[in-house]
């Protein structure tokens, strides 16, 4: 039950490519929460420099870090898909190496799954961008995400927490999509109950400039059109215009271009 919140364990599932400068922090930020009884998954995709040796440091630490290694660059489709398969938790708890969450948002998440109809929540958070501008992602109510869900993905990937055995009935993440994978679970969450979102800043996203929906803009386009195309009417041409406009919008800086994305 999850009410009786020191007995719910958690999982934390994170990727990462060459960590950089973030990773350390973004650690600590989830080793530091105030509710314990969780463990934290990372995998290590491939990386050149520092990662793994930083990664080691840490697990030698906290014995609630497990560490997977990938000897070539999988992707964090597939990278994800390995690690929830090494939980045995109830909810799992995403963040991205470049991300640092506050100390009680794991508490925070948690109270959401009380209600046995919710499947998934998510939460506002700020994004810093390399410039040391911030912008703050925006809260959708329930009634705005089930009126968006379709077409935009309503919070950031990072920011996320799902019930596993709701994961595992929709058949988790797609390997077809190398990106947007988090659009596409969350259309298939949605078919199984509520997916709700923490009006609190639970979460700070260092945007940086090598991010991937810089790097692989195409394929991006690509990915989420095809989303669009499953969940919605295919002859509906609003998803065709999005999808244009997100792709044209991708090439001004990325401070702007995450406001205007807000308002889309």
């Known amino acids: 039950m999850l009410k009786n919140t020191n007995h719910t364990k958690a999982s934390f599932v994170m990727s990462v490519l060459n960590g950089g400068e973030y990773l350390e922090k973004s650690i600590e ?3 530091s929460q105030t509710y314990k009884n969780f463990e934290l998954i990372i995998v290590d995709d491939g990386s050149k420099d520092e990662t793994l040796k930083i990664l080691k440091n840490k697990a030698k630490k906290d014995k609630r870090i497990k560490i997977l290694v990938n000897k070539i660059n999988l992707g964090l489709t597939q990278s994800l898909i390995n690690a929830i398969k090494q939980t045995s938790s109830e909810i799992i708890v995403r963040q991205d190496a470049d991300e ?3 100390k009680n948002r794991l508490e925070k998440l948690l109270k959401y799954y009380d209600d046995k ?3 998934a929540v998510g939460s506002n958070c700020i994004n810093i961008y390399s410039n040391n501008l911030q912008s703050s992602w925006g809260y959708l109510d ?3 995400i089930k009126n968006k869900i379709k077409y935009k993905t309503i919070f950031p990937h990072g920011s996320s927490s799902f019930r596993a055995n709701r994961y595992y009935q929709v058949k988790g993440y797609d ?3 190398k990106t947007c994978q ?8 949605f078919k199984t ?3 709700l979102m923490c009006k609190e800043i639970l979460l700070e996203r260092y945007i940086l400039k090598n991010s991937i929906s810089k790097k692989r803009r195409f394929r991006q386009l690509l990915d989420s059109l095809k989303i669009r195309t499953t969940y919605n009417n295919p002859f509906n041409i609003k998803i065709y215009v999005l999808s ?3 792709f044209i919008i991708s090439f001004i800086p990325e401070n702007i271009y995450f406001i205007i994305k807000k308002y889309l």
């Open 193 to 195: 109950g509520r997916i």
């Open 142 to 144: 329930e009634n705005q």
């Open 117 to 119: 109809s919710v499947v």
């Open 244 to 246: 244009l406009i997100y």
């Open 29 to 31: 930020s989830i080793l």
């Open 175 to 177: 390997t077809n999509y």
């Open 100 to 102: 640092v969450s506050k």
């Open 182 to 189: 988090d659009f596409d679970l969350w259309n298939k969450l």
